[in-house]
Structure formats: C-alpha cells, structure tokens
C-alpha cells in the first residue's frame, strides 16, 4: 500500500461508520414506475448528485484503474446499503453523509493527489453505503417500492462511468486544473452545508 493510503482508508471506513438521529431525503414521484423515480431522484437531488460527480472526477483523476473498481463499487454498494436501510428504517443513519461526502471528496479531487485504486474503491464503498442507507430508510419511511433504489444505482453507475472516462482522458495540464477547481467548488459546497446541518436548518 502507498504511503498515506492507510489514514485514507481508515478515514472512509470511520466516515461510513458516523451515526445521527434522523434523515431528510427528496423522493421523486415521476409517474411512470418506481425504477425511472430512483433515476430522477438523482438528479434533482444536490446532496446526492454532487458526491457522485467528486467521486467520478477523483476515479478519473487516479486512472482506468481506480476508475475501474469505483464505477463497480459505487452502485452495488448504494443498492445494498438502500435495501440494508429500507429494511431497518428504525436504525440509526450516517451524520451529514452529503456534507462530509462533498468536503471529503472535493478536497482530494482539489489536490489532485494519487490514490492507489483501493484507496479509491474504499471511498466509493463509503459513499454508496452512507447514501444508500439514507436512501433506503426514506424509501420505506414513505412506504415507495425498493425498486427505486435500483434505479437511482444505475444512475449512479451511468453518471460515474462518463464523467470518470472523461478525466481519465485528459491529457493537457489545464484540463487537470480545471477538475481540481470544480473540486474546490464542491469543497465549498460541503463547508457551507455542513454549516447548514449544525445549525439544524437541514
């Protein structure tokens, strides 16, 4: 393992395992079957789309390798976590998973430093299972079908996929920074949410 990879894994294991009271999520009734509102609610969900996207961009940043293994883990571990949370909605749910999601994430797209692809897969592994879980107890708290929680995985593998292809190929020095700034972006974006959920307005 590479130097500096172990506190990295051990901080996505200690992220994962972060413990609140309660969940707030933004369901989507699209009309036309629970898989296609597990889709939209991706998308129209910030604290949901903008992890996926850092994450993508980091598995991009570090290689097809990393690239590899987080597009894979990603959505099974959001599946799994979803279906874990749907039948326990009782449980105890990750504290601020978007907002640690977004500064974790960002700040290491930000710093463009290389991950082993492990190191990379253990983050993706942390994300799917924190908003999964989320995801899952809101599903069943609003009685809608799990089968949702499948298609907001495809999505999350879809999204992952393109954008983490699309780093991968870059090649010229700026294109890279550009990344980095969309990662500080994202940063900022944590910071100012997880200020948001101390002060209880989330």
């Known amino acids: ?62 290689g097809p390798a990393a690239g590899r293994r987080s597009i894979f883990t990603l959505p099974i571990a959001w599946l799994l976590g979803g279906l874990a949370g749907a039948q326990f909605p009782g449980a ?51 009685g809608l079908q799990t089968a949702g929680l499948m298609g907001t995985a495809a999505a999350a593998f879809g999204l992952t996929v393109l954008l983490a292809a699309s780093v991968v190929g870059l090649t010229r020095p700026w294109t890279r920074i550009a990344v980095r700034v969309g990662g500080s972006w994202i940063a900022a974006s944590g910071l100012l949410l997880f200020g948001w959920t101390l002060s209880g307005r989330t």
Do not use: K
């Open 1 to 62: 393992m590479r130097p500096g990879a172990l506190p990295l894994a051990v901080l996505a294991a200690a992220w994962s395992g972060l413990w609140p009271a309660a969940a707030q999520a933004h369901l989507v009734n699209t009309g036309i079957g629970p898989v296609y509102d597990g889709i939209a609610h991706l998308f129209v969900s910030f604290e949901d789309l903008l992890p996926v996207v850092a994450l993508a961009l980091l598995s991009g940043l570090n």
């Open 92 to 142: 105890p749910l990750p504290v601020g998973p978007a907002a640690l999601s977004l500064l974790i994430l960002g700040v290491l797209v930000a710093a463009d430093r290389r991950l082993a692809p492990n190191v990379v897969a253990a983050l993706a592994l942390a994300l799917g299972r924190a908003h999964g879980w989320h995801s899952g107890v809101a599903t069943a708290a609003a």
